[in-house]
């Protein structure tokens, strides 16, 4: 089970090594088609928000950044694709943007079982729906495509296609901000998860 970035790190290990195995992979709000916006700003409308998300572009490419702040890993601007799939070295690698590495969708398959967990008024991951694969659509920042509608899916990269039509993906709900859930809703919907038999 992995909370936020945790998710695509775990996700990461399966796909990369895998050994021992993982049974059932837990993602918590993990960004798993990366972010394009800065946490808790109001929203693609905001001026502000704009602004900061500019400079933030400016600087999330560089080698220095990539190498050293987790958080740059993960970035994926929709305005400029060519310069994620040059310069990103975590997300468009286990993502199999570009090059196409296919221990990583062989590993992915053999989960037994992979849970999405999306909060409904993420404030943090934008856009939200990279929880559930989703993302902006290829060169703009305004409309969210589900995953069924982006590469990854439509040319089972990573395998997630394949395990979705095998019917071992589950896409959770959780009301409320970024990683914020009860007791109640963390032993009801994620305890059985971690069960090995389901």
């Given at each position: 089970?992995g909370?936020s970035q945790?998710?695509?790190?775990?996700?990461?290990?399966v796909?990369?090594?895998n050994?021992?195995?993982?049974?059932?992979?837990?993602?918590?709000?993990?960004?798993?088609?990366?972010v394009?916006?800065?946490?808790?700003?109001?929203g693609?409308?905001?001026?502000f928000?704009?602004?900061?998300?500019?400079?933030?572009?400016?600087?999330?490419?560089?080698a220095?950044?990539?190498?050293?702040?987790?958080q740059?890993?993960?970035?994926?601007?929709?305005?400029?694709?060519?310069?994620?799939?040059?310069?990103s070295?975590?997300?468009?690698?286990?993502?199999?943007?570009?090059?196409?590495n296919?221990?990583y969708?062989e590993n992915?398959?053999?989960?037994?079982?992979?849970?999405?967990?999306?909060?409904?008024?993420?404030?943090?991951?934008?856009?939200?729906?990279s929880?559930?694969f989703?993302?902006?659509?290829?060169?703009q920042?305004?409309?969210?495509?589900?995953?069924q509608?982006?590469?990854?899916?439509?040319?089972?990269?990573?395998?997630?296609?394949?395990?979705m039509?095998?019917?071992?993906?589950?896409?959770?709900?959780?009301?409320?901000?970024?990683?914020q859930?009860?007791?109640?809703?963390?032993?009801?919907?994620?305890?059985?998860l971690?069960n090995?038999?389901?």
């Amino acid at each position: 089970m992995g909370f936020s970035q945790g998710g695509q790190f775990l996700r990461a290990y399966v796909e990369r090594f895998n050994k021992p195995p993982v049974y059932n992979l837990v993602s918590v709000g993990g960004q798993h088609q990366g972010v394009f916006g800065f946490p808790k700003c109001p929203g693609n409308n905001s001026f502000f928000c704009e602004k900061v998300r500019d400079l933030l572009n400016i600087g999330a490419y560089d080698a220095a950044v990539q190498d050293h702040l987790a958080q740059a890993e993960y970035w994926q601007d929709p305005l400029n694709r060519k310069e994620y799939l040059a310069k990103s070295v975590f997300l468009a690698d286990i993502n199999n943007d570009g090059k196409i590495n296919n221990t990583y969708k062989e590993n992915l398959k053999t989960l037994n079982f992979l849970a999405l967990v999306q909060f409904t008024k993420d404030s943090v991951v934008q856009p939200r729906e990279s929880e559930w694969f989703g993302f902006y659509t290829p060169g703009q920042d305004k409309i969210v495509d589900p995953v069924q509608k982006t590469d990854l899916y439509q040319n089972d990269t990573i395998g997630l296609k394949y395990l979705m039509d095998n019917k071992k993906v589950s896409f959770l709900s959780c009301e409320g901000d970024h990683l914020q859930f009860t007791d109640a809703w963390f032993i009801q919907n994620l305890i059985p998860l971690l069960n090995n038999t389901i």
